[in-house]
Protein backbone atom coordinates (compact mmCIF):
# COMPACT_ATOMS: atom_id res chain seq x y z
CA UNK A 1 0.00 0.00 0.00
CA UNK A 2 1.36 3.28 -1.12
CA UNK A 3 2.36 5.84 1.24
CA UNK A 4 0.48 9.35 0.88
CA UNK A 5 2.02 12.12 -1.21
CA UNK A 6 4.25 14.72 0.65
CA UNK A 7 3.46 18.57 0.42
CA UNK A 8 4.83 20.28 -2.88
CA UNK A 9 8.27 21.60 -1.77
CA UNK A 10 9.06 25.73 -3.14
CA UNK A 11 10.15 25.99 -6.89
CA UNK A 12 13.58 26.54 -7.79
CA UNK A 13 15.46 29.24 -9.25
CA UNK A 14 14.05 30.19 -12.84
CA UNK A 15 16.35 31.36 -15.46
CA UNK A 16 16.57 34.25 -17.35
CA UNK A 17 14.04 33.80 -19.67
CA UNK A 18 12.51 35.33 -22.95
CA UNK A 19 13.08 38.77 -23.90
CA UNK A 20 9.50 40.10 -23.72
CA UNK A 21 8.43 43.50 -25.27
CA UNK A 22 5.09 44.95 -24.14
CA UNK A 23 3.78 48.61 -25.47
CA UNK A 24 0.87 50.93 -23.99
CA UNK A 25 -2.18 51.94 -25.88
CA UNK A 26 -1.24 53.58 -28.77
CA UNK A 27 2.42 51.95 -29.31
CA UNK A 28 3.57 49.53 -32.26
CA UNK A 29 5.95 46.99 -32.64
CA UNK A 30 6.91 46.30 -36.60
CA UNK A 31 9.42 45.16 -38.66
CA UNK A 32 11.33 46.86 -42.07
CA UNK A 33 13.78 44.49 -43.69
CA UNK A 34 14.87 42.65 -40.78
CA UNK A 35 14.91 46.24 -38.49
CA UNK A 36 12.57 45.95 -35.41
CA UNK A 37 10.90 49.22 -35.12
CA UNK A 38 9.17 50.09 -31.71
CA UNK A 39 6.99 53.04 -31.27
CA UNK A 40 4.92 54.79 -28.90
CA UNK A 41 5.48 53.71 -24.96
CA UNK A 42 7.20 50.69 -24.62
CA UNK A 43 8.93 48.48 -22.34
CA UNK A 44 12.00 45.35 -22.43
CA UNK A 45 11.88 43.18 -19.89
CA UNK A 46 13.00 39.60 -19.41
CA UNK A 47 10.60 36.54 -18.38
CA UNK A 48 12.32 36.11 -14.91
CA UNK A 49 11.49 39.84 -13.66
CA UNK A 50 8.27 41.15 -12.73
CA UNK A 51 6.48 43.27 -15.35
CA UNK A 52 6.57 46.46 -13.69
CA UNK A 53 10.27 46.20 -13.68
CA UNK A 54 10.90 47.32 -17.00
CA UNK A 55 15.11 47.17 -18.58
CA UNK A 56 14.53 50.08 -20.33
CA UNK A 57 11.60 51.96 -22.15
CA UNK A 58 11.48 53.54 -25.56
CA UNK A 59 10.40 56.75 -26.39
CA UNK A 60 8.96 57.55 -29.18
CA UNK A 61 10.80 55.44 -31.12
CA UNK A 62 13.86 52.58 -30.99
CA UNK A 63 15.68 50.80 -33.30
CA UNK A 64 17.19 47.35 -32.55
CA UNK A 65 20.74 47.31 -34.01
CA UNK A 66 23.23 44.33 -34.34
CA UNK A 67 26.73 46.57 -34.48
CA UNK A 68 27.30 50.69 -34.04
CA UNK A 69 30.07 52.39 -35.84
CA UNK A 70 31.14 55.33 -34.08
CA UNK A 71 34.64 56.86 -34.79
CA UNK A 72 34.69 58.81 -31.63
CA UNK A 73 33.50 55.98 -29.22
CA UNK A 74 35.02 53.88 -26.99
CA UNK A 75 36.45 50.88 -29.15
CA UNK A 76 35.54 48.20 -26.63
CA UNK A 77 31.75 48.78 -27.28
CA UNK A 78 31.67 50.06 -30.55
CA UNK A 79 33.15 49.56 -33.76
CA UNK A 80 35.71 52.64 -34.80
CA UNK A 81 36.25 51.32 -38.64
CA UNK A 82 32.68 50.69 -40.99
CA UNK A 83 34.49 48.40 -42.74
CA UNK A 84 35.40 45.99 -39.63
CA UNK A 85 31.59 46.54 -38.78
CA UNK A 86 30.53 45.32 -42.64
CA UNK A 87 33.02 42.68 -42.26
CA UNK A 88 31.42 41.67 -38.63
CA UNK A 89 27.83 41.58 -40.47
CA UNK A 90 28.54 39.39 -43.37
CA UNK A 91 29.83 36.38 -40.53
CA UNK A 92 27.19 36.98 -38.46
CA UNK A 93 25.51 34.07 -37.07
CA UNK A 94 22.51 32.59 -39.41
CA UNK A 95 21.32 33.93 -42.51
CA UNK A 96 18.90 36.90 -41.72
CA UNK A 97 19.48 40.59 -42.31
CA UNK A 98 21.85 42.14 -40.23
CA UNK A 99 21.87 46.27 -38.68
CA UNK A 100 24.47 48.72 -38.38
CA UNK A 101 24.24 52.23 -36.86
CA UNK A 102 26.73 54.93 -37.83
CA UNK A 103 27.05 57.66 -35.42
CA UNK A 104 27.69 61.42 -36.91
CA UNK A 105 31.44 61.51 -38.31
CA UNK A 106 33.51 60.39 -41.64
CA UNK A 107 34.10 57.00 -42.77
CA UNK A 108 35.67 55.17 -45.42
CA UNK A 109 34.27 52.78 -47.82
CA UNK A 110 35.24 49.26 -48.67
CA UNK A 111 34.43 45.86 -50.67
CA UNK A 112 31.90 43.59 -49.67
CA UNK A 113 31.81 40.85 -51.72
CA UNK A 114 29.42 39.24 -50.17
CA UNK A 115 25.43 38.88 -50.75
CA UNK A 116 24.31 38.96 -46.93
CA UNK A 117 21.44 41.54 -46.70
CA UNK A 118 23.28 44.50 -44.73
CA UNK A 119 21.30 47.77 -43.66
CA UNK A 120 23.43 50.62 -43.29
CA UNK A 121 21.61 53.35 -41.24
CA UNK A 122 22.66 56.84 -39.69
CA UNK A 123 22.20 57.63 -36.37
CA UNK A 124 22.58 61.45 -37.28
CA UNK A 125 19.90 63.76 -37.48
CA UNK A 126 20.53 65.05 -41.07
CA UNK A 127 22.48 62.83 -43.78
CA UNK A 128 25.38 65.89 -43.74
CA UNK A 129 26.32 64.37 -40.43
CA UNK A 130 27.33 60.75 -41.66
CA UNK A 131 29.98 60.74 -44.39
CA UNK A 132 31.38 58.25 -46.34
CA UNK A 133 34.17 58.13 -49.14
CA UNK A 134 37.10 55.42 -50.64
CA UNK A 135 36.00 52.87 -53.03
CA UNK A 136 34.25 49.64 -52.46
CA UNK A 137 32.24 46.62 -54.85
CA UNK A 138 29.44 45.53 -53.40
CA UNK A 139 27.79 42.01 -54.44
CA UNK A 140 24.22 43.46 -53.85
CA UNK A 141 21.65 43.39 -50.76
CA UNK A 142 23.16 46.48 -49.27
CA UNK A 143 20.61 49.37 -48.43
CA UNK A 144 22.20 52.62 -47.15
CA UNK A 145 19.95 55.09 -45.17
CA UNK A 146 21.01 58.52 -44.44
CA UNK A 147 24.17 58.81 -46.00
CA UNK A 148 26.05 61.10 -47.40
CA UNK A 149 28.91 59.57 -50.17
CA UNK A 150 31.78 61.72 -51.26
CA UNK A 151 35.42 61.84 -52.74
CA UNK A 152 36.63 63.34 -55.99
CA UNK A 153 38.15 60.06 -57.18
CA UNK A 154 35.90 57.63 -54.99
CA UNK A 155 33.40 55.32 -56.16
CA UNK A 156 30.51 52.78 -55.13
CA UNK A 157 30.46 49.52 -57.79
CA UNK A 158 27.65 46.98 -57.59
CA UNK A 159 29.04 44.10 -59.35
CA UNK A 160 27.89 40.66 -58.79
CA UNK A 161 30.28 38.33 -60.23
CA UNK A 162 27.72 35.43 -59.44
CA UNK A 163 25.54 33.75 -62.85
CA UNK A 164 22.09 34.22 -61.04
CA UNK A 165 19.22 36.91 -60.96
CA UNK A 166 20.63 39.95 -60.42
CA UNK A 167 21.18 41.55 -57.19
CA UNK A 168 19.94 44.81 -56.05
CA UNK A 169 21.55 47.70 -53.74
CA UNK A 170 19.42 50.13 -52.35
CA UNK A 171 20.05 53.89 -51.70
CA UNK A 172 17.30 55.76 -48.77
CA UNK A 173 17.06 59.38 -48.62
CA UNK A 174 21.39 59.64 -49.39
CA UNK A 175 23.38 62.46 -50.83
CA UNK A 176 25.71 61.90 -53.57
CA UNK A 177 28.38 64.85 -53.64
CA UNK A 178 32.27 65.82 -54.81
CA UNK A 179 32.29 63.82 -58.01
CA UNK A 180 31.45 60.99 -55.99
CA UNK A 181 31.03 58.03 -58.51
CA UNK A 182 27.96 55.65 -58.99
CA UNK A 183 28.36 52.42 -61.06
CA UNK A 184 26.31 49.37 -61.54
CA UNK A 185 28.22 46.69 -64.04
CA UNK A 186 25.03 43.78 -64.11
CA UNK A 187 22.82 44.36 -61.16
CA UNK A 188 20.61 47.01 -59.74
CA UNK A 189 21.17 50.46 -58.34
CA UNK A 190 17.93 51.84 -56.62
CA UNK A 191 17.70 55.01 -55.06
CA UNK A 192 14.88 56.52 -53.80
CA UNK A 193 14.61 60.30 -51.57
CA UNK A 194 18.05 60.85 -52.83
CA UNK A 195 20.08 64.13 -53.81
CA UNK A 196 22.71 63.94 -56.35
CA UNK A 197 24.15 67.10 -55.66
CA UNK A 198 27.24 67.56 -57.91
CA UNK A 199 28.01 71.28 -58.34
CA UNK A 200 31.08 71.50 -59.98
CA UNK A 201 31.41 68.06 -62.07
CA UNK A 202 35.21 67.33 -62.86
CA UNK A 203 34.97 64.02 -63.77
CA UNK A 204 33.24 61.95 -66.25
CA UNK A 205 30.19 60.04 -66.12
CA UNK A 206 29.73 59.90 -62.51
CA UNK A 207 26.79 57.69 -62.91
CA UNK A 208 27.31 54.77 -64.92
CA UNK A 209 25.27 51.68 -66.11
CA UNK A 210 26.68 48.98 -68.08
CA UNK A 211 27.08 44.95 -68.18
CA UNK A 212 24.26 42.95 -69.90
CA UNK A 213 21.88 43.46 -66.73
CA UNK A 214 22.70 46.87 -65.20
CA UNK A 215 19.89 48.73 -64.24
CA UNK A 216 19.11 52.50 -62.24
CA UNK A 217 15.75 52.52 -60.78
CA UNK A 218 15.71 56.28 -59.82
CA UNK A 219 12.43 57.26 -57.97
CA UNK A 220 11.16 61.23 -55.90
CA UNK A 221 15.01 62.39 -56.33
CA UNK A 222 16.78 65.50 -56.72
CA UNK A 223 20.03 66.23 -59.12
CA UNK A 224 21.57 69.72 -59.09
CA UNK A 225 24.40 69.15 -62.32
CA UNK A 226 26.59 71.93 -62.86
CA UNK A 227 29.91 72.18 -65.21
CA UNK A 228 31.65 75.84 -64.81
CA UNK A 229 34.04 76.53 -67.54
CA UNK A 230 35.45 74.53 -70.17
CA UNK A 231 35.91 71.69 -67.86
CA UNK A 232 37.16 68.38 -69.86
CA UNK A 233 33.80 66.77 -68.32
CA UNK A 234 31.61 66.38 -71.69
CA UNK A 235 28.85 63.38 -69.86
CA UNK A 236 26.89 63.40 -66.64
CA UNK A 237 25.43 59.62 -66.81
CA UNK A 238 26.33 57.09 -69.06
CA UNK A 239 23.88 54.29 -70.11
CA UNK A 240 25.75 51.47 -71.64
CA UNK A 241 24.27 48.20 -71.17
CA UNK A 242 24.62 45.26 -73.60
CA UNK A 243 20.83 43.50 -73.81
CA UNK A 244 17.13 44.90 -74.40
CA UNK A 245 16.17 42.74 -71.83
CA UNK A 246 16.41 45.05 -69.13
CA UNK A 247 14.64 48.49 -68.16
CA UNK A 248 15.99 51.34 -66.17
CA UNK A 249 13.55 54.21 -64.93
CA UNK A 250 13.52 57.51 -63.80
CA UNK A 251 10.68 58.60 -62.24
CA UNK A 252 8.93 61.82 -60.29
CA UNK A 253 12.83 63.27 -60.30
CA UNK A 254 13.69 67.14 -60.59
CA UNK A 255 16.35 68.64 -62.01
CA UNK A 256 18.59 71.58 -62.02
CA UNK A 257 20.93 72.21 -64.41
CA UNK A 258 23.82 74.91 -64.84
CA UNK A 259 26.62 74.31 -67.86
CA UNK A 260 29.43 76.78 -68.84
CA UNK A 261 31.96 76.62 -71.10
CA UNK A 262 32.00 75.86 -75.07
CA UNK A 263 32.51 72.54 -74.79
CA UNK A 264 29.82 69.83 -76.15
CA UNK A 265 28.14 68.66 -73.06
CA UNK A 266 25.64 65.65 -72.73
CA UNK A 267 23.14 65.41 -69.55
CA UNK A 268 22.66 61.70 -70.46
CA UNK A 269 24.87 59.91 -72.71
CA UNK A 270 22.46 56.88 -74.11
CA UNK A 271 24.48 54.01 -75.68
CA UNK A 272 22.16 51.95 -74.70
CA UNK A 273 19.88 48.52 -76.11
CA UNK A 274 17.84 48.79 -72.87
CA UNK A 275 14.47 50.71 -72.50
CA UNK A 276 15.41 53.69 -70.48
CA UNK A 277 11.53 55.72 -69.08
CA UNK A 278 11.24 58.86 -67.59
CA UNK A 279 8.28 59.12 -66.36
CA UNK A 280 7.70 63.11 -64.28
CA UNK A 281 10.51 64.56 -64.84
CA UNK A 282 11.39 67.99 -64.98
CA UNK A 283 14.44 69.26 -66.42
CA UNK A 284 15.05 73.33 -65.44
CA UNK A 285 18.08 74.21 -67.35
CA UNK A 286 19.04 77.64 -65.37
CA UNK A 287 22.12 78.03 -67.59
CA UNK A 288 23.11 76.01 -71.08
CA UNK A 289 26.04 78.15 -73.11
CA UNK A 290 27.79 75.25 -75.43
CA UNK A 291 26.32 75.22 -78.92
CA UNK A 292 26.00 71.39 -78.56
CA UNK A 293 24.28 71.23 -74.98
CA UNK A 294 22.26 67.75 -75.24
CA UNK A 295 19.71 66.30 -72.60
CA UNK A 296 20.65 62.73 -74.09
CA UNK A 297 22.24 61.73 -77.08
CA UNK A 298 25.22 60.04 -78.36
CA UNK A 299 28.61 61.27 -78.92
CA UNK A 300 28.99 58.31 -81.11
CA UNK A 301 31.52 55.07 -81.07
CA UNK A 302 34.10 54.80 -83.37
CA UNK A 303 33.77 51.57 -85.60
CA UNK A 304 36.13 51.00 -88.20
CA UNK A 305 37.53 54.81 -87.57
CA UNK A 306 34.04 55.75 -88.21
CA UNK A 307 32.02 57.43 -85.76
CA UNK A 308 28.75 55.71 -85.37
CA UNK A 309 25.50 57.12 -83.27
CA UNK A 310 23.75 54.61 -81.02
CA UNK A 311 21.76 52.51 -84.09
CA UNK A 312 19.45 50.88 -81.28
CA UNK A 313 18.15 53.51 -78.68
CA UNK A 314 14.72 52.46 -76.93
CA UNK A 315 13.39 55.55 -74.95
CA UNK A 316 10.10 56.35 -73.42
CA UNK A 317 9.02 60.18 -72.12
CA UNK A 318 5.95 60.69 -70.29
CA UNK A 319 4.36 63.60 -68.53
CA UNK A 320 8.17 65.27 -68.76
CA UNK A 321 8.63 68.79 -68.58
CA UNK A 322 11.79 70.87 -69.85
CA UNK A 323 11.99 74.43 -69.41
CA UNK A 324 15.42 76.44 -70.48
CA UNK A 325 16.19 79.91 -70.97
CA UNK A 326 16.22 82.13 -74.04
CA UNK A 327 18.70 82.28 -76.04
CA UNK A 328 20.08 79.13 -74.47
CA UNK A 329 21.01 75.91 -76.56
CA UNK A 330 19.43 72.89 -75.34
CA UNK A 331 18.58 69.69 -77.16
CA UNK A 332 16.31 67.11 -76.21
CA UNK A 333 17.57 64.43 -78.23
CA UNK A 334 20.61 64.13 -80.66
CA UNK A 335 21.95 61.25 -83.05
CA UNK A 336 19.54 58.57 -81.45
CA UNK A 337 18.19 55.53 -84.07
CA UNK A 338 15.68 52.66 -82.89
CA UNK A 339 17.14 50.50 -84.99
CA UNK A 340 13.69 48.51 -85.47
CA UNK A 341 10.65 49.47 -87.42
CA UNK A 342 8.36 48.41 -84.60
CA UNK A 343 10.24 50.22 -81.90
CA UNK A 344 9.93 53.60 -81.00
CA UNK A 345 11.18 56.90 -79.60
CA UNK A 346 8.36 58.04 -77.78
CA UNK A 347 7.13 61.24 -76.29
CA UNK A 348 3.76 61.44 -74.63
CA UNK A 349 2.15 64.50 -72.50
CA UNK A 350 5.08 66.29 -72.43
CA UNK A 351 5.99 70.05 -72.55
CA UNK A 352 9.43 71.03 -73.35
CA UNK A 353 10.61 75.04 -73.89
CA UNK A 354 14.04 74.60 -75.21
CA UNK A 355 16.37 75.44 -78.44
CA UNK A 356 15.38 72.35 -80.53
CA UNK A 357 13.78 69.10 -80.04
CA UNK A 358 16.04 66.69 -82.05
CA UNK A 359 19.24 67.23 -84.17
CA UNK A 360 21.12 64.68 -85.54
CA UNK A 361 25.13 65.62 -85.94
CA UNK A 362 26.51 62.18 -86.92
CA UNK A 363 25.27 60.26 -90.43
CA UNK A 364 24.27 56.71 -89.30
CA UNK A 365 25.61 53.19 -90.64
CA UNK A 366 23.35 52.84 -93.91
CA UNK A 367 19.97 50.49 -93.44
CA UNK A 368 19.50 52.26 -90.19
CA UNK A 369 16.37 52.93 -89.43
CA UNK A 370 14.88 55.78 -86.37
CA UNK A 371 11.08 55.65 -85.26
CA UNK A 372 9.56 58.07 -83.42
CA UNK A 373 5.75 58.69 -81.46
CA UNK A 374 4.58 62.55 -80.77
CA UNK A 375 1.77 62.39 -79.08
CA UNK A 376 0.51 65.12 -76.92
CA UNK A 377 3.56 66.75 -76.89
CA UNK A 378 4.14 70.86 -76.35
CA UNK A 379 7.60 72.55 -77.92
CA UNK A 380 8.55 76.42 -77.82
CA UNK A 381 11.94 77.42 -78.95
CA UNK A 382 13.84 79.11 -77.49
CA UNK A 383 16.09 79.68 -80.23
CA UNK A 384 17.11 80.52 -84.05
CA UNK A 385 17.23 76.94 -85.31
CA UNK A 386 15.30 74.23 -86.99
CA UNK A 387 13.32 72.49 -84.50
CA UNK A 388 13.93 68.90 -85.71
CA UNK A 389 16.95 68.01 -87.88
CA UNK A 390 17.62 64.33 -89.22
CA UNK A 391 20.65 63.48 -91.30
CA UNK A 392 20.61 60.74 -93.84
CA UNK A 393 23.37 58.46 -95.12
CA UNK A 394 22.21 55.39 -97.75
CA UNK A 395 19.06 53.29 -97.21
CA UNK A 396 17.90 54.85 -93.88
CA UNK A 397 14.29 54.62 -92.63
CA UNK A 398 12.47 57.32 -91.06
CA UNK A 399 8.54 57.01 -89.32
CA UNK A 400 7.29 59.70 -87.85
CA UNK A 401 3.98 59.55 -85.92
CA UNK A 402 2.97 63.05 -85.40
CA UNK A 403 -0.59 63.30 -82.96
CA UNK A 404 -2.00 65.97 -81.57
CA UNK A 405 1.18 68.27 -80.93
CA UNK A 406 1.86 71.78 -81.02
CA UNK A 407 5.24 73.60 -82.06
CA UNK A 408 5.69 77.31 -82.41
CA UNK A 409 9.13 78.38 -83.78
CA UNK A 410 10.67 81.80 -83.13
CA UNK A 411 12.50 82.29 -85.93
CA UNK A 412 12.45 82.03 -89.84
CA UNK A 413 14.36 78.35 -90.02
CA UNK A 414 12.12 75.77 -91.27
CA UNK A 415 10.53 73.69 -88.67
CA UNK A 416 11.45 69.68 -89.91
CA UNK A 417 14.18 69.25 -92.15
CA UNK A 418 15.72 66.07 -94.22
CA UNK A 419 18.89 65.52 -95.39
CA UNK A 420 20.78 63.19 -97.08
CA UNK A 421 24.52 62.69 -97.85
CA UNK A 422 23.53 59.30 -100.06
CA UNK A 423 20.32 57.61 -101.35
CA UNK A 424 17.92 55.10 -101.03
CA UNK A 425 16.51 56.86 -97.85
CA UNK A 426 12.74 56.38 -97.43
CA UNK A 427 10.50 59.21 -94.79
CA UNK A 428 6.91 58.70 -93.23
CA UNK A 429 5.25 61.17 -91.13
CA UNK A 430 1.86 60.44 -89.99
CA UNK A 431 1.04 64.27 -89.10
CA UNK A 432 -3.19 64.24 -87.33
CA UNK A 433 -4.38 67.37 -85.78
CA UNK A 434 -0.78 69.38 -85.29
CA UNK A 435 -0.24 72.79 -84.71
CA UNK A 436 2.43 74.62 -86.07
CA UNK A 437 2.90 78.56 -85.37
CA UNK A 438 5.50 80.73 -86.10
CA UNK A 439 6.40 83.83 -84.57
CA UNK A 440 8.44 84.97 -86.88
CA UNK A 441 7.91 88.20 -89.10
CA UNK A 442 7.22 88.94 -92.05
CA UNK A 443 8.26 85.45 -93.57
CA UNK A 444 7.06 82.58 -91.40
CA UNK A 445 9.17 79.20 -91.72
CA UNK A 446 8.38 76.04 -93.99
CA UNK A 447 6.94 73.71 -91.38
CA UNK A 448 8.50 70.72 -93.29
CA UNK A 449 11.16 70.79 -95.96
CA UNK A 450 12.27 67.47 -97.66
CA UNK A 451 13.75 69.63 -100.75
CA UNK A 452 17.33 68.33 -99.86
CA UNK A 453 16.17 64.51 -99.55
CA UNK A 454 15.60 62.81 -103.29
CA UNK A 455 14.03 59.77 -101.19
CA UNK A 456 10.38 58.53 -101.37
CA UNK A 457 8.24 60.65 -98.56
CA UNK A 458 5.22 59.95 -97.55
CA UNK A 459 3.16 62.33 -95.82
CA UNK A 460 -0.19 61.50 -94.24
CA UNK A 461 -1.54 64.59 -92.57
CA UNK A 462 -5.09 65.56 -90.99
CA UNK A 463 -6.03 68.71 -89.56
CA UNK A 464 -2.77 70.36 -89.46
CA UNK A 465 -3.10 74.00 -88.31
CA UNK A 466 -0.15 76.49 -89.67
CA UNK A 467 -0.39 79.66 -88.07
CA UNK A 468 1.89 82.89 -87.87
CA UNK A 469 1.96 86.41 -85.90
CA UNK A 470 0.65 87.88 -88.81
CA UNK A 471 -2.45 86.85 -90.23
CA UNK A 472 -1.98 88.46 -93.08
CA UNK A 473 1.10 86.22 -94.11
CA UNK A 474 -0.32 82.99 -92.87
CA UNK A 475 1.92 79.94 -91.46
CA UNK A 476 4.23 77.63 -92.02
CA UNK A 477 4.04 76.54 -95.26
CA UNK A 478 4.34 72.90 -96.19
CA UNK A 479 6.83 72.43 -99.59
CA UNK A 480 6.38 70.57 -102.23
CA UNK A 481 6.94 67.28 -101.61
CA UNK A 482 8.61 64.71 -104.59
CA UNK A 483 6.03 61.48 -104.01
CA UNK A 484 3.30 60.84 -101.76
CA UNK A 485 0.03 63.41 -101.54
Known amino acids: M ?35 ILS ?18 ITPQFRIYDFIVDQA ?5 VFI ?12 PGDGPVNIAIAPGCYTLCDMLNERIINIISLGPAPKTVKVGGNGISWGNKTWVGITFVGEECSYVLNDEGTHEPTVDLFKMCEFTDNFQIHTKHDILRFRGCFF ?35 EVDTFMLFNSSTDATISKLFDCHWDVIIDGTNTFFLIQNKNLQLVVFNNNTWNWIRAVPAKTVLIGDAGTIVDDVRVPNINARLQFYSCKVYSQPGDTVI ?34 AKTKSCWLIDRVIFQSTLDAIIWFIKFSDDNCVQMLLWYSQFTNISDNDMIRFEESGTGNM ?13 AAPTPPTWLDVTTLGAAVTVLHNGIVRNNVDPAVGGPTLVALPTGP
Open 2 to 36: DGQEGPTGPPGPSGPGDIIVTCDVGGSISSDNGEI
Open 40 to 57: GECGIFTECREPNEVIFS
Open 73 to 77: GDPNC
Open 81 to 92: SLCDALAAAADA
Open 197 to 231: NYNQLTRQSVMIVEGATGIFDICNCKFFVCRLGNV
Open 332 to 365: MLADQWTGKKDVYIEFVDCELTMAQFANYFIEPP
Open 427 to 439: VTLEAVKDYFRST
